[in-house]
C-alpha cells in the first residue's frame, strides 16, 4: 500500500490540468464542474465556435484555434461522435486524451498508448443545471498511470466513478437509450393521449416520478405492475380501441415481451 | 358567490364520514391520509380479510361483515376492478358510493344516483409510504352537490383535485400505462442488458431520475434526444447487433415510431 500512496504522491503532488475541446452541452457542464470544484487546472477551452464557449471567457482561456492549444496533463474531447476522429489527430499525441462519448469506441481516438474515456452518463440540457456530483462517470484508459489519473480527476467533481470498459460502455449506452429515450418516447405517447382527449399531461406527473424513484429501491422486474402484467384482457382490449395505430403496435408489443417476462 | 358559501355551509357544517372499502395498496395509503388529516371522520374499515387491515384497528372500527357497515357520508370502494361491481350492490343504494379505479366505469357501482369516483392517479406499494398531499385526486359525480363534497374530501387529502370524466378517465388510464408500466418495462431491459454484460444497473439510476424529471419543465417531444431523434443509422446499427430479438423489435419499432414524430 505505501508504494501505492508514493505513486500517487508523484502523480497528484501539482494539480491535474485540462483542457476542454468542443461547444456543446457536455463541455459545458464539464467546464462548469471542473470550475466550481477548484482542484483542478483548467487550462483552455477550444470551440470551432468561439461563441459556444465566450461565456466562459473570464474564467479560463478560451480558442477557436487548435493549432493554439496550451500544454495539459488531460485533453477530454466533447464533441459530437462523428467528429471525434479528426479532432483527435490535432491534438499532441504523447498527451493523454480522452473523448466523452458513450458509444465510440476508444480506438477511434487518434493517438497511441494514451487514450481513455470520461463518459459521464447523463442526458444534458444546456440551460439547466446539473449536479455533477451525482452523475455516474464511466472512465477507462489503456494503462494503469493513466486510469489513476482518471478515477483521480473523476473523483474531484462526481461521487460516482465507474472503471467500464469500452465493451461494457457500448452495452451500457444501449441501456440508456431504452431508460432514457425510449422512455421519453412513453412520456410523448401519454401527452399525445392526453392532448387528445383534453387532460392535461401534469396529472400524471406524479406517477411518472413515482416510477422512476421506485426502481431506486426495488428491482424493476418487482416493479411491474398493470393490465400486461396481470394478464387482464379485459382491459387490454378496452386500452387497444382508445389508441391510433401506431400507439396500438407498440402497445401490442409490449404488453407481450411483459407477458413473456 | 354568497349562495354558494351558504351550500358549502350546509354541506360541510359537521365532518365529512367515511367507510372505506378493502385492504388491498389504495384502500392502506388512503386510510392512512384520511387518520393523518384529522378533517375526516373515518368510521369504518372493511375488508373481506380482517389480517389485510389489522394494523389500523386501534385507530378506527374494522370489520369483515358487509352487512354491518356503520352509517357514513361517503362509502369508498377500493378492491380490485372485477369486485367494484358485486360489492357496491351490498352497500346502502340511497348512498354516495364511489369507486377508486383507474378503467372501470362509473355505471358499474349498482346504485342509483348517487355514484361517484375518486380515482388516487398513483401507484402505491403496501411498504412504501407516500405523501398523499401530492398524488393527483381524480374526481366525478352524477351531481353536483355530491361533486362538492368529493371535491372537499379530496382536498383534506391531496392538493391536485381534477374534476375528471368517466370518459376522460379511461384515456387518462391508458396514458397512465404507458407512462407507469411501459416505462418500467425499458428500465427492465435496460437493467437486462447490464446484468448481460456484467455492468451494474445503479449505473443508470441518475439518467433515469433526470428523464422522468425533465418532462416537468419541458414537453417529452422537445425533450427527445437520441439516435432515433437524430436518425443516427450507424449507432443504431451498433445497438440492434447487442440485443435479443424480443429487445431488438421493441428497439426498431419505437425508434420508428420516434422518427415518425
Known sequence: MLSIASNNF?????????VIIGGGNVSHHLTQAFLDCNKVELKQLYARNINSIIEFQSRV?????????TDADVYIIAVSDDAIAEVSSQLPHHKLIVHTSGSVPMDTIANRGKKGIFYPLQSFSKNKTVDFSSIPL?????????????EKLASF??????AISSDQRSKLHVAAVFVNNFTNHMYKIGNDICE???VPFEVLLPLIKETALKVEEVKPDFAQTGPAKRKDEKTIERHLELLNSNQK????LITKSIQNG
Do not use: H, P, R, W
Open 138 to 150: 464511466c472512465i477507462e484508459a489503456e494503462n494503469e498511470t493513466d486510469f489513476k489519473l482518471l
Open 196 to 198: 387528445s382527449y383534453n
Open 61 to 69: 482561456s478560451i480558442t477557436d484555434n487548435i493549432t493554439l492549444l
Open 249 to 252: 403496435e407498440i402497445y401490442q
Open 10 to 18: 508523484n502523480i497528484f503532488a501539482t494539480m491535474i490540468s485540462v
Open 157 to 162: 467533481i462526481s461521487e460516482k466513478v465507474y
